[in-house]
């Protein structure tokens, strides 16, 4: 079976952000199929992550309720290690993150993460 997530090679962690490196395995389930000839881990994969690490890491938010920013600028292939950024602000209630490497910006972009049960209108 594949693996589901990167390869974590190092991580600083403070109050509100975490700097993961990564080492993106070829083996990455994300990458079947997406495309064969020419594989790049999907931007889904790369907000999953973001959330994932975002509410482990940094315990932010709960509950999905939307996105702004979202950029895709350059694809994230497979063996590249690759910096991701993640900042948790608390009273916005949003999740920053970035995803980069030697290459460039690879992602960039704001996860709205709601604490409450109930999402305002």
């Known amino acids: 079976m594949s693996q589901r997530k990167a390869t974590i090679l190092e991580q600083k962690l403070s109050a509100n952000k975490a700097i993961l490196t990564l080492q993106v395995d070829p083996e990455l389930i994300y990458f079947e ?5 020419y594989p790049l881990l999907p931007g889904v994969t ?6 994932f690490y975002g509410k482990k890491l940094l315990n932010a938010g709960g509950h999905f309720a939307g996105m702004e920013a979202i950029k895709f600028q350059e694809p994230i292939l497979p063996k590249s290690v690759i910096l991701l950024t993640l900042t948790w602000d608390v009273e916005k209630q949003k999740l920053h ?9 690879h992602a960039s972009g704001r996860i709205k993460l709601f604490v409450n049960k109930q999402m305002p209108l």
């Open 33 to 37: 199929g997406h495309f064969p000839h």
């Open 46 to 51: 790369q907000i999953d992550w973001a959330i």
């Open 97 to 105: 993150f970035s995803y980069s490497s030697q290459t460039g910006q």
